[in-house]
Structure formats: C-alpha cells, structure tokens
C-alpha cells in the first residue's frame, strides 16, 4: 500500500510497504481491491479505524475522512555538483496514474526546461497505481521539442 501524498494515511504515519490488516474491525485478509476501496472512501469528516502491518509491528490507527485534490507530480531541479557546464537534471516524481497526470508530467517538465534543464529523471517508485511486479515496462512520454 502507498498513502497518497497529503491525505490523511500519509499525515497519520502510514508509510509505501504498510499492510492494511483490518477496516473498521473486518479482516482485509480476504478483501479485494474493489471491497477494500468500498469501505476506505466515505462521507468527509467520518472516521475509519485501521489495523496497519508496519514492519513487525502492528498498530491501530483512526483516520478522519478528508477532500483533498491530488497533484500526481512533484518536481525539482537538480544541478550536477563539478560539472563545468553547471548541467541541470530536471527530477519528476509520479505518484499515482490519475486523470492529471499525463498535464502535470507536460507542465512539470515545461516549468524545468525554462530553467535549462536538459535532462529528466521520471520516478515512478511506490506508484499507488503501477504493480511492482509489471517492473518498469511503461509507455515513454514524447514530447516536442
């Protein structure tokens, strides 16, 4: 599992590689992604209690149900410490596939190159949407020059 960035999960500790064991006091043991997003979602403002796998540990968390929008991109510029030329590598972290994230990927990297970056780095790790078993066979991004 993978709190989205900014949500209540991620505010309350829930970190990439956690395991939701029990929703409100039913075992996800058996649930699917379709039952376990069911009881995760509802009413903003109402609480769910989960029963977290961090590591060895396991821990009862409450979250308060909250709206949030969620930007799928964070970006950075990075230089190359030495490089005569000062080179800047442009750093786009995509955190879910959503239906912003093809435009934010465009204006994250637009943004980048009017900083003279010439190269990018995309991190698709801990993506909430791309199975870690499929690795890294994704579609490249063509963008016009």
């Known amino acids: 599992m993978s709190a989205a960035p900014g949500g209540p999960a991620e505010k309350a500790g829930i ?15 058996d649930m699917d992604i379709y039952d376990a997003a069911d009881r995760l979602q509802g009413p903003e403002g109402s609480s769910i209690d989960l029963t977290i796998l961090s590591g060895a ?5 409450v979250l308060k149900r909250e709206r949030y929008t969620l930007n799928p991109v ?26 912003n994230a093809a435009g934010s990927v465009k204006e994250a990297i637009k943004k980048l190159r009017e900083n003279n970056v010439k190269a990018f780095v995309l991190d698709l790790r801990n993506n909430r949407f791309l199975p870690a078993e499929l690795g890294v066979p994704c579609h490249l991004i063509l963008l016009k020059s």
Do not use: W
Not at 15 to 23: E, F
Not at 57 to 61: A, E, G, P
Not at 76 to 84: T, V
């Open 15 to 29: 970190m990439s590689g956690d395991v939701i064991l029990a929703i409100d006091d039913t075992s996800a043991q």
């Open 57 to 61: 540990d396991t821990r009862h968390v």
């Open 74 to 99: 964070r970006s950075r510029m990075c230089e190359i410490p030495g490089s005569e030329d000062s080179s800047k590598i442009g750093y786009i972290k995509l955190t879910t596939f959503n239906q």
